[in-house]
Nanobody, 126 residues
Framework: QVQLVESGGGSVQSGGSLRLSCAGSRYIYNRYSMGWFRQAPGKEREGVGGINTDGTIQYADSVKGRFTISPDNDKNTLYLQMNSLKPEDTAMYYC????????????????????WGQGTQVTVSS
């Protein structure tokens, strides 16, 4: 069983930055594909970005150039650096994991993942 714990959420003004962390319960980042998702009130959970076991990273068009995924295998942690934040980025953010390598097109699909964290709230004010 893999446990994931997100942290780093908060409230920022438009244009600000946050770094989210996803701590895994064991060494998983070279054996599991990982994803970041978000869900705003009244909306479906959507993929933000994902990284598979060979290091390939995929981002949603809405965050390309602003968000960066990076793993720290020594700390068993996956980061989501979010810059130039916009009010429309306001949502609960979740990390997710799937054993093995996902195809690039599957990295942003919610149904691809088996394990989920509890989420961390990000609020961006205008």
């Amino acid at each position: 069983q893999v446990q994931l714990v997100e942290s780093g959420g908060g409230s920022v003004q438009s244009g600000g930055s946050l770094r989210l962390s996803c701590a895994g319960s064991r060494y998983i980042y070279n054996r599991y594909s990982m994803g970041w998702f978000r869900q705003a009130p009244g909306k479906e959970r959507e993929g933000v970005g994902g990284i598979n076991t060979d290091g390939t990273i995929q981002y949603a068009d809405s965050v390309k150039g602003r968000f960066t995924i990076s793993p720290d295998n020594d700390k068993n942690t996956l980061y989501l650096q979010m810059n130039s934040l916009k009010p429309e980025d306001t949502a609960m953010y979740y990390c997710a994991a799937k054993a093995g390598r996902l195809a690039w097109w599957a990295l942003l699909q919610r149904s691809s993942y088996d394990y989920w964290g509890q989420g961390t709230q990000v609020t961006v004010s205008s």
